[in-house]
């Protein structure tokens, strides 16, 4: 299981939250981001480290998602140590135990999976645990659901002091600690599609004679759309409709059956799925990528847990439904199939049709500039030949480079400390810069000994407010491994890379050109764990250090014709008061309301539209293969793609432009990029190769005016090296 960078910080957070004073902990996370993983990960290695710990995982009661969590965690952790309520009213709750309960089991009236005395037993067993030292950690899976009397009582039964509640949409909890994933990191990391479109296509004025079957016949278009793409690309995927109904609806059940049946999409040859309370065809192995059944008609059962990352299509016939249980059915239709995107808008894209408008509200509000109106612009004729060499990677991973980021750790130290072949001045030289040597584990203050007995501790050494403790490597392994995951997270590095970097750094016995100590197997726990603040500080450092200081080999990039794509999905804001077409965009009937766009990249268009020298604009996108690129690389010598904001036809030249954020009326930068003097680099670079002009356009608040700054990159509006725009393209 190699986790997300993203996925890696919230394991991160979620371990900085358990130090401090909260009890509560609200972990909000977008659906598709990949909860369980980050969860059962975090857990992991939680237990590793904090002996007499077990983790008690709630669920809510509908679809067995204590039994899915269970297999996840034994699917992703090998030899994790897991339990079902059955297990534990079995053999009671053990050290190490990761315990996965559904709520209803415990609370629900009349539910006989927990009778009175086995109640009892239950209760027994949580005793028993807390008289044998065991600290229980609450995790409340789908949180939202369970916050009410009777599930309190049970969680005050564990005496916990952690409880860590997750949800897409949590409810507020006092004095909370909130760790926030945010939806853009998710999207970033190609786990959840980029966008939601409503209605595409639809005409502002709908006059259908049968609105149910002209919704239904644009989703199966769309359906056969997506499937024919996917096919394109070597993709055995069957793109799933989910069809939602209304409660007590038995008429419009048989109106959805009627028009699937005329399409031949029946019960009968596996095509058609219908999952409801009193009716069940084809449910089981719905989720497989190949399944037959190409729609699945639904009511509210089905919205929590459900995992189909198939499923691509909304169609929704109900109303008045709860909020929360809306934002949760749209999160069906968001994952990704395979956990990446295709570089496709069509493929990268999850779709929606309604005629509910309450519907339709709630989710603009929830998704914001993520659920948009769309439509299909078309290139204008004229603009169908322009061509512009574009570059691809050809490194291909992702995650940091454990080899790379060893170098670039030892040549911190040896730059900011001095260090080099002679291993004991390199011990002289850091104790100088504060790094502890000792055997012994040095706790600083009386309140951190928390692990330490009065029989452990050496009063003869207890000098200057330290208190020492004599290493034991069975007892301190644990502490080494927090400490070692820790430092890791700091660069999103996992344990098993972070802790082969330490023991080539430190250990006499791996080896390594540039070793810095040469420190007895032992003494690496004890200094570790004596050092781990300044250690995370030098791995921080060490990352950021690689742009100035360490020059990576440029990799290959492939290179390929870039044409204008021939139709695209336009997303547009449906509410906004102008809809102006503008006219100097490549493709026909693009309008001023284009959505998501930056304030920068909106000025912007409206530059190119009044000037008289700007002949053509088109609005390059921001990820996958149809699009314009660049390569360049990151601080860890990861080959990443640059899409330039706009190409512009200027007075018969091209131009590249990049928009970024503006500077405010004292001069301050709102840039939120930091890669942006680096993005400049490489397209001055690609410029000045093909013999074309560009620049980074930001605006001057204080001025009104768009500057550009096409030589020479500054963050200082005032410098020489910014231009007003329209004094180069009046």
């Not at 004229?382 to 040549?411: C, G, V, W, Y």
């Not at 590249?656 to 500077?663: L, P, R, W």
Request: aromatic letters at 10%; glycine letters at 4%.
């Amino acid at each position: 299981m190699q986790l997300k960078e993203f996925q890696l910080n919230a394991v991160k957070a979620l371990f900085e939250a358990m130090e401090k004073p909260a009890r509560d902990i609200i972990l909000k996370s977008p659906t598709g981001s990949g909860k369980t993983i980050i969860l059962t990960y975090f857990m992991h290695q939680y237990i590793l480290s904090h002996h007499k710990t077990v983790f008690v995982w709630l669920t809510p009661g509908k679809g067995n998602l204590e039994e899915q969590s269970k297999e996840k965690m034994d699917k992703y952790i090998h030899a994790s140590q897991t339990k079902l309520l059955s297990d534990v009213m079995t053999s009671g709750f053990e050290e190490n135990d990761s315990c996965f309960i559904n709520w209803e089991k415990l609370t629900k009236k009349g539910n006989n999976a927990l009778k009175d005395s086995e109640r009892t037993n239950f209760l027994e067993h949580i005793q028993h645990a807390l008289n044998d030292g065991i600290r229980f950690v609450i995790i409340v899976d789908e949180s939202h659901q369970n916050n009410t009397v009777k599930s309190d009582e049970i969680i005050q039964y564990f005496h916990t002091d952690k409880i860590i509640r997750c949800s897409a949409t949590p409810k507020g909890v006092a004095k909370a600690e909130m760790i926030e994933i945010p939806e853009s990191e998710v999207i970033a990391a190609g786990l959840i599609k980029k966008m939601l479109i409503i209605n595409e296509n639809f005409p502002l004025q709908l006059d259908v004679a049968n609105q149910t079957e002209y919704l239904l016949e644009q989703a199966l278009k769309k359906q056969r759309e997506l499937h024919s793409a996917l096919l394109n690309q070597g993709v055995k995927i069957n793109p799933l409709i989910i069809v939602q109904i209304p409660n007590k609806s038995d008429a419009l059940l048989a109106d959805v059956e009627k028009y699937f049946e005329k399409q031949s999409i029946t019960y009968e040859n596996n095509q058609l799925a219908v999952w409801l309370a009193d009716k069940r065809e084809h449910k089981e192995g719905l989720e497989e990528p190949e399944n037959p059944a190409v729609a699945v008609i639904i009511k509210q059962a089905v919205a929590t847990g459900w995992d189909c990352p198939r499923a691509h299509i909304l169609v929704k016939l109900r109303d008045n439904m709860d909020e929360t249980f809306e934002i949760q059915t749209i999160g069906r239709i968001r994952r990704m199939p395979e956990a990446k995107h295709y570089g496709s808008d069509l493929l990268d894209s999850c779709y929606l049709y309604t005629l509910d408008e309450k519907f339709t509200a709630g989710v603009k509000l929830s998704l914001g500039k993520g659920a948009l109106d769309a439509t299909t612009l078309f290139l204008k004729n004229e603009f169908k030949n322009i061509t512009l060499t574009s570059e691809q990677r050809t490194m291909i991973s992702n995650s940091r480079n454990p080899a790379k980021a060893l170098l670039s750790i030892a040549k911190y130290f040896e730059v900011e400390y001095s260090t080099g072949t002679n291993k004991l001045e390199n011990k002289t030289r850091l104790e100088t810069e504060g790094f502890v040597f000792s055997k012994d584990i040095v706790r600083h203050h009386i309140a951190d000994a928390r692990v330490a007995t009065i029989s452990d501790i050496d009063s003869s050494e207890f000098q200057h407010g330290d208190l020492h403790e004599a290493l034991d490597t069975h007892r301190h392994g644990r502490e080494f491994h927090q400490k070692v995951g820790r430092i890791g997270l700091e660069i999103s590095m996992e344990y098993s890379y972070m802790v082969s970097i330490i023991r080539k750094l430190f250990d006499r016995n791996s080896p390594y050109s540039r070793k810095i100590l040469a420190l007895d197997s032992r003494d690496v726990y004890s200094f570790v764990i004596n050092n781990m603040d300044m250690l995370r500080h030098v791995v921080r450092e060490a990352m950021a250090y690689e742009i100035a200081q360490l020059q990576f080999e440029q990799p290959a990039v492939s290179t390929y014709d870039f044409r204008i794509p021939q139709s695209c999905i336009f997303t547009y804001d449906g509410s906004a008061k102008t809809q102006n077409i503008m006219s100097k965009n490549v493709y026909q009937n693009y309008l001023s309301s284009a959505e998501p766009r930056s304030s920068s990249e909106r000025k912007f268009e409206k530059f190119c539209e009044r000037s008289s020298s700007v002949e053509w604009v088109y609005k390059n996108g921001d990820k996958g293969n149809e699009y314009f690129s660049i390569v360049y690389l990151d601080n860890s010598g990861k080959q990443k793609l640059f899409y330039p904001d706009y190409i512009v036809g200027v007075n018969g030249e091209i131009w590249i432009i990049e928009t970024k954020g503006g500077f405010d009326r004292s001069g301050n930068s709102q840039d939120i990029d930091l890669f942006t003097p680096k993005k400049f680099a490489v397209l001055k670079s690609y410029l000045d190769k093909y013999g074309l002009k560009g620049g980074v356009v930001r605006n001057d608040d204080k001025s009104d005016e768009l500057c550009i700054c096409t030589e020479k990159y500054s963050d200082n509006i005032q410098s020489d090296d910014w231009q007003i725009l329209s004094d180069l393209i009046p």
